[in-house]
Nanobody, 125 residues
């Protein structure tokens, strides 16, 4: 069992930055691959970024590539999402998620096994 708690969301102006954190409790965090997803009002949840168990592999949605960076610190049981050059269309609830096959990068939300409660990110124009 893995419990995930996101933090770091808030209100920021367009062009600004935020860093989201996802703290995990439970066994063997370092064996899980992690992902970030987001859901805007009236829209389906969408993939943002993912990272393998070691941090050696990462993958980004086209919409955030070059602006967002996913990273992890297995000693702290935490995964991060550094968000730069934020745009109003990045406004959403951001969720972190974990799946068992730590070496694989997965982009579909139904492939993830554990989810956090989400943190709101609002980007004003």
């Amino acid at each position: 069992q893995l419990q995930l708690v996101e933090s770091g969301g808030g209100l920021v102006q367009a062009g600004g930055s935020l860093r989201l954190s996802c703290a995990a409790s439970g066994r063997s965090f370092s064996s899980y691959a992690m992902g970030w997803f987001r859901q805007a009002p009236g829209k389906e949840r969408e993939f943002v970024a993912a990272i393998s168990w070691s941090g050696g592999n990462t993958y980004y949605a086209d919409s955030v590539s070059g602006r967002f960076i996913i990273s992890r610190d297995n000693a702290k049981n935490t995964v991060y999402l550094q968000m730069n050059s934020l745009k109003p269309e990045d406004t959403a609830v951001y969720y972190c998620a974990a799946h068992f096959t730590g070496w694989e990068i997965k982009r579909k939300d139904d492939e993830y096994n554990y989810w956090g409660q989400g943190t709101q990110v609002t980007v004003s124009s």
